[in-house]
Each structure stands twice: as C-alpha cells, then as structure tokens.
C-alpha cells in the first residue's frame, strides 16, 4: 500500500520560511517522479514544483521561481519542499505527489499539509 505522508506546514508572516517533506513508502521511491501541487480556495489544483527520479531535472512554476527550491533523499524514501520568502498568495493545502518515471500522470497522493501566510 503507497502511502505519501506531508509534514512540515503551519502559519507563517509573509517573507518568512517553511520546509515541507513528503516521506514515501510502499513504493520503490528512485523509480517515481515527485512533485508538489497546491490548492487554495475557491481556485484549482496547481503544479508547484517536480522532481525527476533521479533528483536530475526539476521543473518550477513561474511563480515560485528563485523562492521555492525542490529536493529528494532516495536514501530516506522522502521529498522535500523548501519555501523562502513566502507570499500571502502562496497559502494553500499543499500536496506531494508520485508518478513512475515512464508514465505520464500522478498516481499516488498524500492528505495534504495546510500552508498560511499571513500578511
């Protein structure tokens, strides 16, 4: 059974600093893609951030650029999500997501850790 377990989120000022993590199991975690998306209220699901398996290749939304920075520990099963400079446009329920390297959607997802930032 995948399980995908985020931790991490809480209550921030704006300019400040969160780091999320995403602790992967019941998969082989070096053959999955991750990424992190967000949803706030009243607005759809959003791409943040991905991973390749191999830690390789990233993609980042233009609106995270130069603040958010993704990485994974394959050694500990677990992805990572480190948010600088945080913007009351960034809260949301934050949600890490899996998808093997050859396929082309996320299959598994975590419960989601809520994100505030407060002006």
């Known amino acids: 059974q995948v399980q995908l377990v985020e931790s991490g989120g809480g209550l921030v000022q704006a300019g400040g600093s969160l780091r999320l993590s995403c602790a992967a199991s019941?998969?082989?975690?070096?053959?999955?893609?991750m990424g992190w998306f967000r949803q706030a209220p009243g607005k759809e699901r959003e791409t943040v951030t991905t991973?390749?398996?191999?830690?390789?290749?990233?993609y980042n939304a233009n609106s995270v650029k130069g603040r958010f920075t993704i990485s994974r520990d394959n050694a500990k099963n677990t992805v990572y999500l480190q948010m600088n400079r945080l913007k009351p446009e960034d809260t949301a329920v934050y949600y890490c997501?899996?998808?093997?390297?050859?396929?082309?959607?996320?299959?598994?997802w975590g419960q989601g850790t809520q994100v505030t930032v407060s002006s």
């Open positions: 997501a899996a998808k093997y390297y050859s396929r082309s959607s996320y299959a598994y």
């Open positions: 991973i390749s398996w191999s830690g390789g290749n990233t």
């Open positions: 019941g998969l082989t975690f070096s053959t999955y893609d």
